[in-house]
Structures are given as structure tokens and as C-alpha cells.
């Protein structure tokens, strides 16, 4: 049985009490609204949850060795109903969680101004490793045509005769300057590719993780 029929039976018990002015037995609740699904001891349980919220609702007598047995309405029974009795606790808390569940969704999400700012604070980085990325290859680059400068200048224009060892060893140093270069620039780019990799994970992780 579901929560909320288990409070419109609450209810119809509470008005079939205040339509009353003598007290009844509990089997007549039972005949009334719940046989032959249900036993009288569920009568009683539901009976015993509405006097746990508030006893004075019903008057109970004992008796034939039940401890509920006989019961009354009272002077609240009426105006609980007219304030829509359980049924309405019942809305009202069902209200209370789908709100709870909203909030807590919503305390997930980050706001549009702060993932722009969230955005502007990774970019930050990513700007600054992108120029010093440009100024390395700029420096890699004067470095590898001054180098070759120099060489070509030495062995042609030089008046002194250039011997084809001498040739050789020259494009040989320049073939080791270029390897080199290379091998910097790739260092320098694999760096870059690796910290902008890292920032991109840090705003995923933000905006999946934070409350």
C-alpha cells in the first residue's frame, strides 16, 4: 500500500469517527474500508501511526484483552480534517523533498558568470605557455641561422682554399646543429601539448565534481 492511500485511509477513518458521537468498535473501520484485502491488524496499525502523530485525535479504550479496541473522535479530530489532515502532510512533504532535490541539483551546477570566470582563469596559463612556446622557437630559429651564417661565411669567403674534408665536416656540423634544434623544439611542443592537456582536465573536473 502506498504512503499516500495509507493517508486518505487515515483520513476516512478520522471522518468516520467525527460523523459519530459514540464510540466503535475498530472492526467496523475494517468492514467499512479494508476487508477483505487487508486484516483488522492493519486497522490497528494505521490507528496506532495516527495516534503517534498526535494523540489527541482519537480517544481509545482497551478492552476483551485489545488495547485498542473501542475509539471516539475528539474536539480535534474536526479541524484537523478541515486543515486537510494527513493527506495534506502527505503533499506537503512530498513538496518539501522534490525542493530539497532541486536544491541539491542546482548546488551542482555552476552559475554562467562562473564558468566564465572558471574559463578566463584557465585560459590565463594557456596564453602565457603559448608565448613563451613562440619565443623558444624564435630563439631555436635565430640560433640555427646564425649558425649557418657563420659556416657559409668561414668556407666562402675565406680567400684561403677550402678542402672537401673541410667541406664535409662543415655540413656535418650543420646537419648535428639542425638534429638538435629539432630535437628542442620537439621537447619544448610535447611540454606545451602536455600542460594544455592538464588545464582542459582541471575545467572538466570542476564542473563535474564541485558542488
Known amino acids: 500500500m502506498s504512503e499516500f492511500f495509507k493517508a486518505e485511509l487515515k483520513d476516512k477513518f478520522l471522518r468516520y469517527a467525527s460523523e459519530r458521537e459514540d464510540y466503535f468498535e475498530t472492526r467496523l ?7 477483505p484485502n487487508y486484516s483488522l491488524a492493519y486497522v490497528e496499525r494505521l490507528i496506532k501511526e495516527i495516534i503517534d502523530h498526535e494523540p489527541e485525535l482519537l480517544d481509545i479504550m482497551s478492552g476483551n484483552g485489545i488495547k485498542i ?13 478541515e486543515e486537510g489532515g494527513f493527506t495534506q502532510l502527505y503533499v506537503r512533504e512530498e513538496e518539501k523533498w522534490d525542493a530539497f ?3 541539491l541539483s542546482d548546488s551542482k551546477k ?12 584557465n585560459k590565463a596559463p594557456q596564453k602565457k605557455e603559448r608565448i613563451l612556446l613562440k619565443l623558444l ?12 651564417f ?14 672537401n674534408d673541410q667541406l ?3 655540413l656535418e656540423k650543420i646537419q648535428s646543429e639542425e638534429a638538435k634544434e629539432e630535437d628542442l623544439f620537439s621537447t619544448v611542443e610535447a611540454q ?13 573536473l570542476t564542473e563535474t565534481g564541485n558542488p
Open 168 to 170: 664535409t665536416k662543415a
Open 29 to 35: 473501520l475494517y468492514d467499512e474500508y479494508l476487508r
Open 150 to 163: 657563420s659556416l657559409v661565411k668561414g668556407i666562402f669567403f675565406k680567400e684561403e682554399y677550402v678542402t
Open 192 to 204: 606545451a601539448a602536455q600542460d594544455t592537456l592538464l588545464g582542459a582536465n582541471e575545467v572538466d
Open 110 to 121: 555552476l552559475s554562467r558568470e562562473e564558468k566564465v570566470h572558471l574559463g578566463r582563469t
Open 69 to 81: 479496541f473501542m475509539l471516539s473522535a475528539t474536539a480535534l479530530t474536526e479541524d484537523f480534517l
Open 137 to 148: 622557437i624564435g630563439a631555436v630559429a635565430v640560433s640555427f641561422l646564425f649558425t649557418v
Open 101 to 103: 532535490l532541486e536544491q
